[in-house]
């Protein structure tokens, strides 16, 4: 055993309490400098004692992430994936482009679960055999310390989440109750809340929460109290910091935070929606039903709830699916719609699609033809024709309603295949 064996021996055969003491030993064993990362590049231990080498890695200290330029680089040069695929520790050549310097480095792995990162400057004073030998060692060192974190995480995480799914399912008998729960908890119930979900393309496992969690920490306007998941689901409770902000303010904010996240591209947010404002937790079962509501509502009718955030946002459309139901359950159906589905099969007419149209979009006669591809005339004869047939005329208020609403609940798939379904649409 040589002499430098024997010291590293020694040097990690104690306990380490952090991982910082950690990387100060790697340091002190190669005499070169070490940091210590999480799977998502995240800073989590460094050796403290001398001067930065490069741009590449005085940028992560500062930052306590590793820059997203230098991360691509990785990438592209194949580094990060060799890494992740062999057990054992690799000798990485200077890439200048990135600021990044030569490196030996390994990869924290329990099985194939990546954990973490180790990187260690390598200015030509790294012994081959030894240095590799040493930061192996330590990689074993890390790994157990980030799944004993990792345990602990997934404990107090899923105390989180009872306490959450508590909340929403209206568990708590007082408000009292639920802030000393959550006071043992170390959660920080603001005093006003709002409860908003988004509805992604897949499934939110924990490792997207905790990314997720990461976007929405990152906005400064919003103090998010509570967060978890259910399937494709991504909860939120949480509220704006200033006291000044207002329901636009909310808006922006989960506007922003959706653009950003469907721009990264690893999850697509499809659909959200937000509740109303609450000052009493023994109501969160109520705003997570309020914003349910919503989201089932942009499936029913996703034209007419396109611009949609907020519950209040719905006007007399949170009563389309009670009126569906009633109307089942009564078996009713409007008779003036009778009458221009008979007069469409019989003379092959598009009256009931016109209509629709014409209604859902605000009784604007420029945008029914455009959308319609007719003729404003055209248009014109045609909402004629159904005063006629109908014997009821849209000037008139109540007729105007009534018929409005027959038409989203008893015409529901077919204004679905009439009508444009984009969010993104402004008419």
């Not at 104690?14 to 910082?20: G, K, V």
């Not at 207002?246 to 959706?258: G, P, R």
Request: with cysteine.
């Amino acid at each position: 055993m040589t002499e430098l064996d024997a010291s590293f021996g020694r040097a990690f055969e104690r306990a380490f309490d952090s991982l910082e003491a950690l990387a100060d030993t790697i340091s002190e064993s190669l005499q070169s400098q070490v940091t210590i990362e999480d799977d998502h590049h995240n800073v989590i231990g460094y050796s403290s004692h001398q001067l930065e080498s490069d741009t590449a890695r005085l940028s992560t200290i500062i930052e306590r992430r590793v820059p997203n330029s230098v991360l691509s680089g990785l990438r592209k040069k194949g580094i990060l994936q060799l890494l992740e695929s062999v057990s054992h520790s690799v000798r990485i050549p200077a890439i200048n482009e990135i600021g990044l310097g030569a490196r030996l480095a390994v990869c924290i792995k329990n099985n194939q679960t990546v954990l973490g990162y180790i990187w260690v400057v390598d200015t030509g004073n790294l012994v081959e055999g030894h240095a590799e030998r040493v930061i192996e060692k330590s990689a074993e060192i890390a790994k157990r310390f980030l799944l004993k974190q990792r345990s602990w995480k997934a404990k107090q995480d899923k105390t989180h989440d009872e306490f959450i799914w508590k909340l929403l399912t209206d568990c708590y008998q007082s408000d009292s109750m639920i802030r000393k729960d959550a006071e043992a908890l170390s959660l920080l119930l603001p005093d006003c809340y709002h409860i908003v979900i988004f509805e992604c393309n897949v499934p939110i496992n924990d490792e997207k929460v905790a990314r997720l969690r990461l976007a929405l920490t990152a906005k400064s306007q919003a103090r998010l109290a509570c967060l978890t998941a259910s399937q494709n689901h991504l909860i939120a409770i949480l509220s704006l910091y200033s006291t000044a902000s207002n329901k636009a303010d909310l808006t922006s904010f989960i506007h922003a935070f959706v653009q950003g996240v469907n721009e990264k591209k690893e999850v697509t947010i499809t659909a959200f929606g937000c509740s109303g404002k609450y000052d009493k937790y023994t109501r969160a079962s109520n705003a997570y039903k309020e914003t349910l509501h919503i989201l089932s509502l942009k499936k029913l009718l996703p034209f007419h709830t396109r611009q949609v955030v907020h519950y209040d946002d719905l006007g007399f459309l949170m009563h389309v699916p009670s009126i569906i139901e009633h109307k089942k359950n009564s078996d009713y159906s409007s008779p003036l719609l009778q009458l221009l589905r008979e007069h469409d099969r019989e003379s092959k007419s598009d009256f009931m699609k016109t209509l629709a149209t014409y209604l859902s979009l605000n009784c604007n006669a420029k945008d029914t033809a455009a959308l319609l591809h007719i003729h404003a005339n055209t248009l014109n004869y045609r909402l004629n024709r159904i005063t006629e047939i109908t014997g009821q005329s849209l000037k008139n208020s109540n007729d105007f309603v009534s018929i409005y609403l027959d038409i989203l609940t008893e015409e529901t798939s077919s204004i679905n295949q009439w009508l444009p379904s984009r969010q993104d649409r402004n008419d």
